[in-house]
Every structure is written in structure tokens, then in C-alpha cells.
């Protein structure tokens, strides 16, 4: 199947601010109950949400927003020392019902336009791999999606993003944990929210252990956080 793309404009839109130029690529579940309502919510005016791309279950593909202006897609975030992910990075949905509506495996065809369309889209704009994100990794404290059943490792082995060998795993308490996930790129939490760090752990977790997302410090999260940290600049 050739890999084509149709138009569909929304009008939630605006220009990225003086200076900024894209640096990472987001990808969401819809979340909602079927793609047209998807659909609708991205292009109505009054939702004040979009994003650059959406791709349907059979693996259509719509562009709602040019890729050189703002879409709205991020909302409050942070990632490596940036907030307002928006100014600086493509948003891609993926149609799925998500947690509330019967969250389900995404489809071949979704992996298939996806492949293309994030290779694309990395290789145009020279986005690093560890900048290829979860909504969850840039929102931990209101996001879950994509979720767990999305597949990080089959994007990584298609060379798109991070997927993290295992390390050595050694037991540290969970300050050390935040500390190094913040490294990774995670906002440090609100030390007036004690759910915050947990909250962590488990976009953590759905990202690169999606098998068990409990919260839990087990060997095998630590393994897989050594291997992304290897992997990981240091901040500057
Ligand atoms: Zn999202």
C-alpha cells in the first residue's frame, strides 16, 4: 500500500513563538469513543485541542495542522528542562478508545503509517531519539496515553526512538529513582503531592516496561531504567 496523506484543516492553530524550532515528536491515543468523534473534537473551534496528524485504525492518515505551526496537542508539560511542549513539537494522535472507552491493541496498520510517518518526520527536522515521547512521559501527573499497549520496542527496532537494553538493576530508594528519572528527562514532581513520584515510575513503567505497570521499584524497572540511562546526555 503506498503510504498517502489527506488534508483535513484545523482551525486550532496558531505560530510557534520567535525562535523555536521542532525538537520532538508526541504521540497520543484519541481517547475517545470512535475516530469521527476524534475527528470532530480536533477541528471544534470551542475544544481548543488539535494535533498535526491523526491515524485512523485502518492506518489513514489525515494532517490537521502544518507541521511549521502550532498545534495544540500538549497542554501543561515538561521534558529535559522545556515546559510548553507545543512550541516545539509534532503531535501525532493515534485513534484508539483508550482507557475509559475499552482500551485495545493499536492496529498493523497504525504500526505500518506510523513507521513512515515518525521516520519522516525524524529524519526532516533531525529530532533525536530520546526526544520521540509519550504524552505521559511530558504530562506524568494527567496522562496515561499512548498506554502500555503501545509498542515502544517494534518503533525502536524500525530505528525510531529509545528502546533501552537492560542494565545492571541495583536496588536504590525512590529520591535516587526521581533524581534519575529526571535526568532522563521527567519533571520533578510537586513535594506537595505524594502521589507525584509514584506517578513517575508508572509513565515510566508504561513506556518501557509495559508488561507490569504496578509502581513497584522491581529489579527488572531498574534494569531497564540503567539501560535508558545509559543512553541518556547528561543534562546541562
Ligand atoms: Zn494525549
Known amino acids: ?3 498517502s496523506i489527506d488534508e483535513h484543516p484545523s482551525p486550532n492553530v496558531d505560530d510557534r513563538p ?3 524550532t521542532v525538537d520532538c515528536l508526541i504521540l497520543h491515543y484519541t481517547g475517545m469513543k470512535s475516530a469521527s468523534a476524534a475527528l470532530d473534537r480536533l477541528c471544534d473551534l ?3 485541542v488539535s494535533a498535526h496528524y491523526l491515524i485512523d485504525e485502518d492506518g489513514h492518515v489525515l494532517r490537521l495542522v502544518d507541521e511549521h505551526r502550532r498545534a495544540w496537542h500538549a497542554g501543561i508539560s515538561y521534558w529535559r ?3 510548553r511542549l507545543n512550541d ?3 503531535g501525532i494522535e493515534i ?3 483508550g ?3 475499552g482500551y485495545r491493541p493499536f492496529t498493523e496498520a497504525q504500526y505500518r503509517a506510523l513507521e513512515h510517518l515518525c521516520s519522516d518526520i525524524m529524519v526532516r527536522w533531525s529530532i533525536a531519539p530520546c526526544r520521540l515521547l509519550a504524552h505521559s512521559d511530558i504530562a506524568p501527573d494527567r496522562k496515561e496515553d499512548p498506554g502500555e499497549l503501545f509498542d515502544w520496542q517494534r518503533l525502536a527496532n524500525a530505528g525510531i526512538g529509545l528502546w533501552p537494553k537492560d542494565g545492571e538493576g541495583a536496588w536504590r530508594p525512590m529520591d535516587e529513582v526521581i533524581r534519575q528519572l529526571h535526568e ?3 519533571s520533578l514532581p510537586d513535594p506537595a503531592d505524594w502521589r507525584a513520584p509514584r506517578r513517575r515510575l508508572l509513565a515510566f513503567q508504561r513506556r518501557y516496561r509495559p508488561e507490569r505497570v504496578d509502581g513497584e521499584l522491581d529489579q527488572e524497572t531498574l534494569a531497564r531504567l540503567d539501560g535508558l540511562l545509559a543512553q541518556t546526555d547528561p543534562l546541562e
Open 1 to 3: 500500500m503506498a503510504f
Open 18 to 20: 520567535n525562535g523555536c
Open 46 to 48: 470551542d475544544a481548543k
Open 81 to 83: 528542562g522545556r515546559e
Open 88 to 90: 516545539c513539537s509534532i
Open 95 to 97: 485513534v484508539n478508545p
Open 99 to 101: 482507557h475509559e472507552w
Open 184 to 186: 532522563v528527562g521527567y
